[in-house]
């Protein structure tokens, strides 16, 4: 061993009382650090490892084959042996009156008249009203490649009547489609405006607030009791759990405010009966509650690193206290606080719990129209199907998450690139 | 204006044009307003805090003085005039005791004295009106909940009155406990090998991957516990034995979400140990391993110390994860393996749904509220005390 060739030739006798006692102890010492090193490194490994296994889990569950089953065939739909596809729009619409109920159709017809509407229209009309597929069984992605045979087994033994489809949950159309209770014309459009409206509120509120108090903080505070107790204050602040945030949204915003907050305020109230503060104006001003603390950490990180020499040269010249924070000191330290800011936006599109408290509608298929909207977002569309006992809706649940994924990983990444170009100007 | 530049008119200042051009600080007042509204801005976190604290208090306030009502399935067996005070009911039902409040209808009366089903009241009381009854009337018996309830009882079924906190405080402390287990060791491990073992490489790899892995939304962790954790469980414990929602897997995913944190706070705590101190150690013949274990670790263990707290309290306040996996309906167990609804968990599942500002649920979510956030609090004030402890040390 390695440490036998380096004790040797010192070791004559002379220096450890007993050599082998001596050598056997280092070798043991060695043996135990090279086992905790391995312990060590596959504690990180294990990090990676659930990564790992999370984002295969989300990609297993959004992409997969489908038992699928039709209420009435298309086949049998077939006029003159001319297939579903092939008909025109006249006996299209037959066919819809001949199988839909009287009141479902006269809606169908009052959403928009079936004079104007196209023939791909109402042949998916007829698709989701007459044909009326529904999905029976789902199956993972790793299933659904490597077990195809067990997945056609179990089809055959348990749904005869149904045929095998492949779904990707996530398409083009899932992003654009508004709610729905059917899990196959299930979109996110309406979570998604929700989030963007809300964190554009979040923004709105959070951002200018958040800076001009890093920069009383760091520019403008002397080192008195008051401005001691707001910086252990903030501190304190960014450790309080989201969901408290929520609860005290829902008593301010919600309640207490909800003559601003719901828009009666303004008069712009959409339906005067339902007025309630559970509106997106209450839930981004929670988020940006809960964010501000965030915001100003960053942001005073950033404005500590702006070097001081900048400041006195331009108070040397005459300047201000605001003309050198507003010209010379918020300019250099930008880059920093919007990537502080970019990092706790993420943090707030990724929230669930307190809009949960605050009142995000469970079911809307409405689009948001205005900060006096009720609203869902991308988590809490997330957090509702997940809670769903249909497995189809833990599919439609995975393909929300890679989007909701993708959301934050652009942020993300534009805040590294931010922070990346930043660093090379210095 | 004159007379005062005269006053402090030295040779110092210059004459332009003539005129004497006064070089005394001069009001601003713009820079006075920015001044205040910057202070405001900061000031505005005290506000939060204070409105925290209010309403929390506020409304725990009138949680606990709040009249419940529950159907005693007594009814009267006689008809009543506005005068009556002394009155027959039925046997069945739960016991009466003599000084509780009762209500008939919309009365409230207090019993002053039982003989059997023979009952002698005090009528018209907190100001409700005195009017007849018939017979067959249903007779509430009034009850509030008390803070000995509140902290020493183990049953939370707000339907019949049931308000006992330890039931979800009980299983708040199993997830997070479960959840400590899980990223203490591995947290600092992982702190250990990225601040003593890896190289300039390697770190700038592993790095970057844990802070992906705290900067998934918690709900995507929920939904892992819920899709891929309580199945693995289940497949390797059995079925009968893990329940498909449970506090375990909650708390197992909690843990995974909590290591970013544990570990990253750990290795700055590593990595801010002067390096002179290793050096020492080497120079003595120290392995690598006694170095990191005998002599960085404990002297960065007040900074590791603080890691943990404030990772309890981030398990502690965790909503989403035990949402969606720890089940609903509160139960007392200390099986990790069975079902139960942590306080932040109950918090959602009842908010979730219209709440109507009335109702002893509002209420009692404040109640919640309050205790989580003295729970936490104080979780991340020790911690911010001894970070100090630990500065001063070293700096």
């Known amino acids: ?66 038992a699928v089953q039709n209420e009435i065939e298309p086949e049998a739909l077939a006029i003159d042996g001319a297939p579903l596809e092939e008909l025109t729009k006249a006996q299209l619409v037959d066919i819809l009156q001949s199988n839909v109920s009287e009141g479902l159709f006269r809606k169908l017809e009052n959403d928009q008249s079936f004079e104007r509407r196209t023939r791909e229209g109402i042949y998916g009309l007829v698709l989701e009203w007459v044909v009326h597929p529904e999905v029976q069984k789902t199956w993972s992605l790793i299933d659904s490649l490597f077990r195809r045979s067990m997945v056609e087994a179990e089809l055959a033994e348990r749904y005869p009547e149904a045929y095998l489809q492949f779904f990707s949950w996530l398409d083009a159309e899932f992003a654009v489609k508004p709610q729905s209770s059917d899990p196959l014309r299930a979109g996110v459009r309406t979570a998604i405006l929700g989030s963007l409206w809300t964190i554009a509120i979040t923004i709105l509120f959070a951002f200018p607030v958040g800076v001009s108090a890093a920069i009383y903080l760091e520019e403008y505070a002397g080192y008195t009791f008051i401005n001691r107790i707001i910086q252990t204050n903030i501190h304190n602040l960014a450790g309080v759990p989201s969901i408290i945030y929520g609860i005290l949204g829902l008593a301010i915003f919600v309640r207490v405010l909800e003559p601003l907050t ?41 404005i500590r690193a702006v070097p001081n020499s900048l400041r006195q040269a331009s108070f040397g010249l005459g300047a201000s206290k605001w003309q050198t924070v507003w010209s010379h000191v918020l300019p250099n330290a930008l880059p920093g606080i919007l990537t502080g800011t970019i990092l706790s936006v993420s943090r707030a599109i990724g929230e669930t719990a307190p809009l949960v408290v605050v009142g ?67 | 204006m004159a007379i005062n530049v005269d006053t402090y008119r030295n040779d110092l200042s210059p004459v332009i044009e003539g005129e004497l051009v006064d070089l005394r600080k001069r009001p601003r007042i713009r820079e006075v307003i920015i001044q205040a509204f910057l202070f405001l801005c900061g000031a505005l976190s005290i506000l939060t805090t204070v409105g925290i604290v209010y309403e929390l208090g506020k409304e725990s306030a009138s949680f606990f003085t709040r009249q419940l009502w529950e159907n005693s ?17 039925s046997e069945s039902g739960a016991q009466l005791q003599v000084s509780q409040t009762i209500r008939l209808h919309d009365e409230v009366m207090q019993i002053t004295a039982i003989d059997g089903t023979q009952i002698t009241v005090e009528r018209g009381l907190q100001k409700t009106e005195v009017v007849p009854h018939t017979s067959g009337a249903e007779i509430f018996t009034g009850d509030r909940v008390s803070l000995i309830e509140f902290f020493t009882h183990t049953e939370w079924e707000p339907q019949i009155g049931q308000f006992g906190i330890l039931s979800l405080v009980n299983a708040t402390l199993m997830t997070s406990i479960t959840a400590m287990l899980v990223a203490l060791p591995l947290g600092l491990s992982v702190a250990i090998y990225l601040s003593e073992y890896a190289s300039h490489r390697a770190r700038s790899v592993l790095k970057p991957i844990l802070e992906v892995l705290a900067g998934i939304p918690t709900v995507v962790y929920g939904y892992f516990a819920l899709t891929f954790m309580t199945p693995l469980l289940r497949a390797i414990l059995g079925r009968d034995v893990v329940e498909i929602y449970n506090t375990g897997s909650a708390g197992i995913v909690i843990g995974i979400l909590i290591l970013p944190l544990v570990s990253s706070m750990s290795e700055d705590a590593l990595t801010a140990v002067p390096r002179s101190l290793r050096e020492a150690a080497y120079g003595l013949g120290a392995t690598r391993l006694e170095t990191a274990v005998k002599i960085v670790v404990p002297a960065a263990l007040s900074g590791i110390a603080a890691a943990f707290i404030v990772a309890i309290s981030r398990a502690i306040g965790e909503t989403m994860i035990v949402a969606i996996a720890a089940g609903a309906g509160s139960a007392f167990t200390f099986n990790p393996f069975k079902g139960a609804e942590t306080m932040t968990g109950h918090i959602v599942r009842i908010s979730g749904g219209d709440l109507s500002y009335n109702s002893i649920d509002y209420n009692s979510i404040f109640a919640i509220g309050l205790m989580l956030f003295f729970m936490t609090l104080t979780l991340n004030i020790i911690s911010q005390r001894i970070v100090r402890r630990f500065r001063e040390v070293y700096e």
Request: charged residues 15%; neutral net charge.
């Open chain 1, 1 to 66: 061993m390695n440490s036998e060739q380096h004790f040797n030739p010192t070791v004559k006798g002379e220096i450890a009382p007993n050599d082998h006692d001596f050598i056997d102890a280092i070798d043991k010492r060695h043996r135990l650090g090279r086992f905790w090193r391995v312990i060590f490194q596959i504690s990180t490994i294990v990090g990676i490892v659930v990564l790992t296994a999370l984002l295969i889990n989300i990609l297993n569950q959004t992409f997969g084959l489908a």
């Open chain 1, 262 to 302: 719901s828009g009666a305020l303004f008069g712009v109230l959409e339906d005067p009966t339902t007025a309630n503060g559970r509106t997106i104006l209450s839930a981004g001003l929670t988020l940006g509650l809960l964010i501000l603390p965030l915001i100003i950490i960053n942001a005073q990180e950033a």
């Open chain 2, 73 to 89: 399935n007594k009814e009267l067996v006689v008809d009543i005039d506005d005068r009556t005070t002394s009155f027959m009911v």
């Open chain 1, 360 to 426: 995000a509608s469970t079911f809307i298929t409405i689009d948001p129209s205005g900060p006096f909207s009720k609203f869902t977002t991308l988590p809490i569309q997330i957090f509702q199907w997940t809670a769903r006992p249909q497995a189809e809706f833990r599919n439609i649940a995975a393909a929300a998450i890679v989007i909701l994924l993708i959301l934050l990983l652009a942020l993300n990444a534009s805040a590294v690139l931010l922070r990346n170009r930043y660093s090379q100007r210095m």
